[in-house]
């Protein structure tokens, strides 16, 4: 983890920013200095407000003339300019630098806790196994060192994991509030660990029916209402740290612009023309108060409207208006270190003979399985654009664990055995080292390496 920490540290002083992040660290000044949500809303705030809260206390100067209440436009990019060009290139590097080591500590969060989830699952071996495969992962070590939100929310989806599987193994309302907190600060790092709040009930319903939980009967209705408690206590965590702001307002009140939320009427002014208005309008829905931050409903609301929309989108010489459902897992195959994909089939190998062993371990081993399937298909659904291959990144953690199942080759196997996965285990980590730090053009040896697809994009 110590190395982990040099590797990062010293690619957040070697890189210039990516293109989201001027605008994530303005927006994260403006939650602090402005007191509002709206810029960049389509992310949650927490790893933005981390970034920039050290900056409070050095010298810089805001731009906030591009400002726009209707964060619709999307305002936080101009802003982001205007903040480069008003601080000049060094000292907008150095806070850039500040800012990505701030968060850092958000990385070592995903190291900690899928070392312990794999401990847990496996043995020492294997979450020794785990934390090597996050800590030398090109991904985690190319997002890991920026302000982007995608490794806090990889991490974030283990410590929830991590939490939930305590309060499976030892149900209390202690270990259920600690599991609610930290759902609520999962889904403060990236909207798609919504997802969380159906998988996590359904984990419960699993656990109960495939005996894996055995104990009084008469604690249904107590677990029952523990599993409710963990997942309504996530919303005054997100309510917190938004401030309240717009919490509780109706849902007929909001101003919605995605298709899925809206419905198009004519305008009696001009008949050829429609305006989009609220689908809760009229309904009885519509009176309900929302327990949630007004923004935090609207960021949901135009990160729809964006994937509708769609974008131009690229995929291995093709380009279309609209992305591709296999675009992230084939992004997975290409810029997953070869031996880490040889592992992970041994991995498959024996999990499938385990399972003809011990069919309550095997379900141990579904219950894994839950969050990392449901980020992949939900992931892979959004269809509208398919540009950034991080968003795959919040399954990490489960695949890591899953492939550290080959660690129990080296506890109990003979020597050869042992010794092939600890030499994949190095390769993989060879593999990343050879290319850093320059770890966001990294391509697999089965893709070519990174100097074909360099010569293929030129």
């Known amino acids: 983890?110590?190395?982990?920490?040099?590797?990062?540290?010293?690619?957040?002083?070697?890189?210039?920013?990516?293109?989201?992040?001027?605008?994530?660290?303005?927006?994260?000044?403006?939650?602090?200095?402005?007191?509002?949500?709206?810029?960049?809303?389509?992310?949650?705030?927490?790893?933005?407000?981390?970034?920039?809260?050290?900056?409070?206390?050095?010298?810089?100067?805001?731009?906030?003339?591009?400002?726009s209440k209707n964060s619709y436009r999307r305002a936080e990019f101009d802003v982001g300019s205007d903040y480069i060009n008003a601080n000049g290139i060094s000292s907008s590097r150095l806070h850039f630098f500040i800012a990505r080591l701030t968060c850092i500590p958000l990385s070592l969060i995903g190291a900690w806790f899928t070392y312990r989830l794999a401990d847990e699952f496996y043995g020492r071996t294997s979450g020794y196994l785990a934390q090597i495969l996050w800590c030398f992962s090109p991904w985690i070590l190319s997002y890991g060192s920026t302000i982007m939100p995608d490794v806090a929310s990889a991490s974030f989806a283990a410590a929830t994991f991590y939490y939930f599987w305590k309060w499976l193994d030892?149900?209390?309302?202690?270990?259920?509030?600690?599991?609610?907190?930290?759902?609520?600060?999962?889904?403060?790092?990236?909207?798609?660990?919504?997802?969380?709040?159906?998988?996590?009930?359904?984990?419960?319903?699993?656990?109960?029916?495939?005996?894996?939980?055995?104990?009084?009967?008469?604690?249904?209705?107590?677990?029952?209402?523990?599993?409710?408690?963990?997942?309504?206590?996530?919303?005054?965590?997100?309510?917190?740290?938004?401030?309240?702001?717009?919490?509780?307002?109706?849902?007929?009140?909001?101003?919605?612009?995605?298709?899925?939320?809206?419905?198009?009427?004519?305008?009696?002014?001009?008949?050829?023309?429609?305006?989009?208005?609220?689908?809760?309008?009229?309904?009885?829905?519509?009176?309900?108060?929302?327990?949630?931050?007004?923004?935090?409903?609207?960021?949901?609301?135009?990160?729809?409207?964006?994937?509708?929309?769609?974008?131009?989108?690229?995929?291995?010489?093709?380009?279309?208006?609209?992305?591709?459902?296999?675009?992230?897992?084939f992004a997975l195959m290409i810029k997953t270190p070869t031996a880490v994909l040889l592992l992970g089939l041994l991995s498959m190998f024996l999990s499938l003979k385990h399972m003809c062993v011990n069919n309550m371990e095997f379900h141990k081993e579904l219950l894994l399985l839950a969050p990392l399937i449901a980020i992949i298909v939900f992931v892979s659904s959004q269809t509208g654009f398919s540009i950034h291959s991080r968003y795959i990144m919040p399954?990490?953690?489960?695949?890591?664990?899953?492939?550290?199942?080959?660690?129990?080759?080296?506890?109990?196997?003979?020597?050869?055995?042992?010794?092939?996965?600890?030499?994949?285990?190095?390769?993989?980590?060879?593999?990343?080292?050879?290319?850093y730090p320059h770890t966001f053009s990294y391509f697999n040896l089965l893709a070519g390496g990174a100097k074909k697809w360099r010569k293929t994009s030129t």
């Open 170 to 329: 030892r149900p209390s309302w202690k270990n259920a509030v600690i599991a609610g907190t930290v759902l609520g600060l999962a889904q403060l790092t990236k909207f798609t660990l919504i997802i969380f709040i159906p998988v996590i009930p359904l984990m419960w319903v699993f656990w109960r029916l495939s005996g894996m939980r055995k104990g009084d009967p008469h604690s249904l209705a107590k677990h029952s209402l523990q599993v409710i408690a963990i997942v309504s206590l996530s919303l005054p965590i997100i309510n917190m740290v938004y401030g309240f702001e717009g919490s509780f307002k109706r849902l007929a009140d909001y101003k919605f612009v995605s298709e899925t939320l809206c419905v198009e009427s004519q305008q009696k002014e001009a008949p050829y023309s429609t305006e989009k208005i609220n689908r809760f309008q009229d309904s009885p829905l519509g009176s309900i108060p929302i327990p949630l931050p007004e923004n935090y409903v609207l960021g949901i609301d135009v990160q729809k409207f964006d994937f509708e929309q769609g974008r131009d989108s690229y995929l291995c010489g093709q380009w279309r208006d609209h992305g591709w459902w296999y675009y992230h897992l």
């Open 395 to 435: 399954s990490f953690p489960f695949i890591f664990i899953a492939i550290s199942r080959v660690g129990v080759i080296v506890k109990k196997s003979s020597l050869m055995p042992s010794i092939l996965v600890l030499l994949l285990a190095l390769a993989s980590v060879l593999s990343t080292l050879a290319i």
């Open 1 to 67: 983890m110590a190395f982990h920490v040099g590797l990062l540290s010293y690619s957040a002083w070697k890189h210039s920013p990516l293109v989201d992040e001027p605008a994530h660290l303005a927006a994260g000044l403006s939650h602090w200095e402005l007191q509002r949500f709206d810029l960049y809303r389509v992310n949650p705030p927490l790893v933005r407000l981390t970034a920039s809260f050290p900056l409070l206390f050095v010298p810089h100067e805001t731009e906030w003339g591009a400002y």
